[in-house]
């Protein structure tokens, strides 16, 4: 559900910034970060868009990141520390990031983007994030920024901590299928549900002319991981479709 007004989807970065408590003096920088490219193409005053502070800012994840797994698992190794952190800041996990934050109705897209679904879209919703972390940091310092990010990879890695193989079922199941020479998997999107902004995806995995697995997820590449992981804990015998 959506953090603002019913019907408002064109949010000030003021009002993002009051809502999220950021500390932001210089608004600029984060509309700057808020503004995707096909705004400037159909807005010429506006002076540059977010994809330099992207690039900033997907630096000071992969280290804020890294500081945070080094200090909660100090019993991990180097390799799945790695691996750990791959899967926290892919593109889906910072688009879900991003949705949590409730970022998409105050990006500033141009109106096709928009039209075309661009505030639901994980990599606008993953640069954007990105761009907020880049601004982030350039106005305050990496312990404003850990404060803001620690409390989302909390939530997040519980998954992995748990299911540390959750994020590559994909990859063992068809490594599977194709060994028993069943061909490559089928994911298919048996339903969807919910608004625009909370949408949820059901996605079935089928295998052979048979269904493996059933998932569901904020997006479909979440929904098709959870099929995948629930394929393959039937086919080791712990659980039925």
């Known amino acids: 559900m959506s953090c603002y007004p019913e019907g408002e989807t064109d949010i000030s970065p003021a009002t993002l910034a009051k809502r999220l408590g950021l500390p932001f003096t210089n608004l600029l920088l984060l509309t700057r970060a808020l503004t995707h490219r096909s705004y400037i193409n159909e807005h010429p005053d506006a002076l ?3 994809e330099r502070l992207e690039f900033l800012g997907d630096a000071v994840l992969d280290f804020v990141v890294a500081a945070w797994l080094f200090t909660h698992f100090p019993e991990m190794a180097e390799g799945e520390l790695t691996q750990m952190r791959s899967a926290l800041v892919r593109t889906e996990e910072l688009a879900d990031f991003a949705r949590q934050l409730d970022l998409g109705p105050a990006m500033r897209l141009g109106r ?7 505030r639901e879209r994980d990599a606008l919703l993953c640069a954007t994030f990105e761009a907020v972390i880049g ?3 350039l106005q305050t310092n990496i312990e404003t920024i850990q404060h803001f990010v620690y409390p989302l990879l909390e939530q997040a890695a519980e998954q992995f901590v748990f299911q540390p193989d959750i994020h590559d079922s994909k990859s063992r199941l068809q490594e599977w299928s194709q060994a028993q020479k069943f061909g490559l998997p089928r994911y298919v999107t048996v339903q969807t549900s919910g608004p ?3 949408k949820l995806f059901e996605v079935e995995v089928q295998i052979n002319d048979q269904v493996y697995g059933r998932g569901s997820g904020h997006s479909k590449q979440v929904a098709a991981r959870a099929a995948a992981q629930a394929a393959l804990e039937r086919i080791e015998g712990k659980r039925e479709i």
């Not at 096709?112 to 661009?118: F, I, K, S, T």
């Open 48 to 50: 540059e868009d977010n």
């Open 112 to 118: 096709g983007e928009v039209q075309a679904g661009g």
């Open 135 to 137: 601004a982030l940091y």
């Open 196 to 198: 625009d902004h909370d």
